[in-house]
């Protein structure tokens, strides 16, 4: 459903609006200098001056399909890509903070603040890499754009506390996207701590756990003790065993902003989960509406790197505008193709906005006569 909105596609050819409008008039066409038109009367009316149309969208999957095609042979096994969810307050930041520790050696400790809203840990078995989501809203956000980040979803529960309404929300969410789960029953150190409440609870929800004769994974843990905590990534880790989690890192990367401001001396900054491929600085990308070269990578410690493969979270600086959370982010070997996609996505988006306005003056048009 391609469009394109009179001025624009006057401005290209270099003509009148106004010509425009009464070659459209003479074809039976009454169209206004802010009106959309079809790609059907785009491509008559550009003839009737001697131009030919070019489907910009398909030339768009063409461009992203250069660098989206896979070899089987290339396929590497990458880490998991883990979110924490949970009620408020049953201990997910306690948790993520414990669990980032874990990979600071002594003397960083003090020193080290996390820079980004995703980081990955280092463990004996293998690497993890974690989203520090702002919220069940922020994962929803995402999930309805089509965007998928996450392999496993770690669900916090206070064994005080038990199943909550953002509990449920969770376990709402992560079925929908079909995600697996693992459940972490926090607060173990309270004396009034109930892991058998909890159990009851979720195996309400589908999570039965294997000891009673299901298949849900129970850990129990202890943020504030940093008890269980090797236990929780172990599961995780042989979770992603089962996944069978692979991505090519030898090929043109690709991936989803997880978060996304301006900064005041950067410029437009956007962190990266890097699911295929690898991106290296200088690279020239596509994100969301967005274009740029890469200029500076950071990893989670605010430490510039060359590049960053598969599952690694990054931000980036070099982008020509803010891309919101959820957008798709694709490396090109062409600088042009990647203006090219962009400025056609902020035609289309433009386009989209003056038909709605223009179906909303008309309303209120219809609503005064
Ligand atoms: P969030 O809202 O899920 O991110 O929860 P927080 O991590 O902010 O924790 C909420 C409160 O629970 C804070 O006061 C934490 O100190 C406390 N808390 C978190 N984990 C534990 C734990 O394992 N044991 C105890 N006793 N308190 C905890
Ligand atoms: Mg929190």
């Keep these: 459903d391609e469009t394109i909105v009179l001025s624009e596609l006057a401005k290209r050819m270099g003509i009148k609006a106004n010509e425009m409008i009464v070659k459209l008039m003479g074809m039976g066409v009454m169209a206004t200098v802010n009106q959309t038109i079809d790609y059907d009367t785009a491509v008559l009316v550009a003839g009737e001056f001697g131009y030919e ?125 079909g995600v697996p789960i693992i459940v972490a ?3 173990m150190d309270k004396p009034d701590a109930d892991p058998d409440r909890v159990q009851r609870e979720l195996s309400e929800h589908g999570l039965v756990p294997e000891a009673w004769g299901g298949d849900a994974i129970f850990v129990m843990v202890s943020a504030k003790q940093n008890t269980g905590i090797d236990e929780l990534l172990e599961m995780i880790l042989l979770q992603a065993e089962i996944l069978e989690l692979k991505a ?65 979270p990054v931000e980036i600086v070099g982008l020509s505008g803010v891309p919101m959370a959820g957008d798709e982010l694709v490396a090109l070997a062409d600088e042009k193709d990647a203006r090219q996609v962009s400025q056609h996505r902020i035609q289309k988006q433009r386009s989209k906005e003056l038909a709605k306005t223009n179906r909303l003056s008309l309303e209120g048009l219809f609503e005064k006569m």
């Design 185 to 187: 029953v926090n607060k």
């Design 248 to 312: 090519n890192p030898d090929k043109l990367a690709s991936g989803h902003v997880v978060e996304a401001k301006l900064d005041s001396g950067r410029g437009p900054v956007a962190t990266v989960l890097v699911q295929e491929g690898t991106l290296r600085a200088g690279d020239s990308v596509v994100c969301g509406m967005h274009y740029g070269k890469i200029r500076v990578l950071q990893d989670d410690l605010g430490r510039t790197v060359e590049s960053a493969g598969p599952s690694m």
């Design 53 to 177: 149309v070019e489907k910009a969208s398909f030339e768009e999957e063409v461009i992203l399909k250069k660098t989206t095609e896979d070899d089987p042979e290339k396929l590497a096994a990458r880490p998991p890509v883990v979110t924490i969810m949970g009620h408020v307050d049953h201990g997910k930041t306690s948790l993520l903070d414990v669990i980032r520790k874990t990979r600071v050696t002594e003397g960083e400790a003090g020193g080290i603040t996390q820079h980004i809203g995703a980081y990955h840990v280092q463990t004996d078995k293998g690497v993890i890499a974690f989203l520090d989501t702002p919220g069940h809203e922020a994962f929803s956000a995402m999930r309805s754009r089509g965007a998928k980040v996450t392999d496993i979803v770690v669900l916090v529960v206070a064994a005080d506390d038990g199943v909550m309404p953002q509990t449920v929300e969770a376990i709402n969410h992560s079925k929908a996207s």
